[in-house]
């Protein structure tokens, strides 16, 4: 455990230990300036000595691992866990909004067509991660002198992992090319067949049911299955939408990481040595 310490225009030094603090501090020769973690200041000049340090980075969309070591010494640890729950939170709101506008009120104009996005903007779930990372590295970089940021960012080829003969062209013809919408893909996937009763209700009809909220889930192939209109019906009337359970949990994360890792951290980074 150490104690980080500022000079006196404070800036970095080495941290030192509890003990050493404890007799600056006693001395009046230091400080408190942060109790989490503790941090003092210098009151007069120091030699600045400091050592190599360099700050690692492990990016991830739920996890942020940050150390920073010396040679020998490990000086910081932190793990983050960004927000989850920004997604849900908008989407909410606009459900409210909407709400709002179409209620019976004098007539107000909805607003979003006359915004434009800056350019570089990003979603603000994957913009929170983002900021979250370079809060980490920032607050970091108060405390120590770092020399060298690493930060390692995986990049995913998500078309690879669910197709690995996949090459050249074939990126750009996804399994939806040729359908009409999503709606004649699903049902094409589904070969037509309700996915509940498997064709037993002999009803026609078939509808495209959202497994997830269509809020949260969106309208993706993943979230979609085929069901038969007494089966669909039947599943909304007793409320058993939670028996259909989605596949895969879809790549959201990786998508996300992958946004986040090359353009925008390194357009963020850069004013610190930094390699991703
Ligand atoms: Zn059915």
Redesign the pocket.
């Known amino acids: 455990m150490f104690v980080y310490v500022l000079n006196c225009h404070g800036k970095p030094l080495m941290p030192c230990q509890p003990h050493k603090a404890r007799l600056l501090l006693k001395q009046g020769k230091a400080n408190i300036v942060r109790m989490e973690p503790f941090t003092i200041q210098l009151r007069h000049g120091s030699s600045g000595y400091k050592q190599e340090i360099s700050l690692g980075i492990d990016a991830g969309s739920r996890h942020i691992g940050v150390a920073a070591t010396t040679e020998q010494t490990v000086l910081f640890e932190a793990e983050a866990k960004p927000r989850t729950d920004i997604q849900q939170l908008l989407a909410t709101r606009q459900q409210f909004r909407r709400a709002r506008r179409s209620r019976k009120t004098r007539y107000r104009p909805s607003r979003f067509r006359n915004r434009k996005k800056p350019d570089g903007w990003l979603a603000p779930s994957v913009q929170h991660r983002l900021d979250a990372h370079l809060k980490l590295i920032k607050m970091v970089h108060k405390l120590l002198p770092v020399n060298q940021t690493t930060i390692e960012v995986a990049q995913f080829d998500i078309q690879k992992i669910q197709h690995p003969e996949i090459e050249g062209i074939h990126y750009q013809q996804g399994p939806q090319l040729g359908f009409w919408n999503v709606r004649e893909y699903v049902l094409w996937r589904d070969s037509h067949r ?1 996915q ?2 498997q ?1 037993t ?1 002999q ?1 026609a009809v078939l509808n495209v049911h959202h497994i997830e909220s269509r809020k949260t889930g969106g309208d993706r192939p993943e979230n979609l299955i085929t ?2 209109e ?2 669909h019906d039947l599943i909304h009337r007793r409320h058993q939408e939670h028996k259909i359970t989605r596949k895969s949990n879809g790549f959201r994360d990786a998508t996300q990481m992958g946004i986040i890792g090359g353009r925008s951290m390194s357009r963020h980074v850069l004013s610190f040595p930094t390699s991703i």
């Open positions: 309700c509940w009763c064709g209700s009803d069901l038969c007494t089966c």
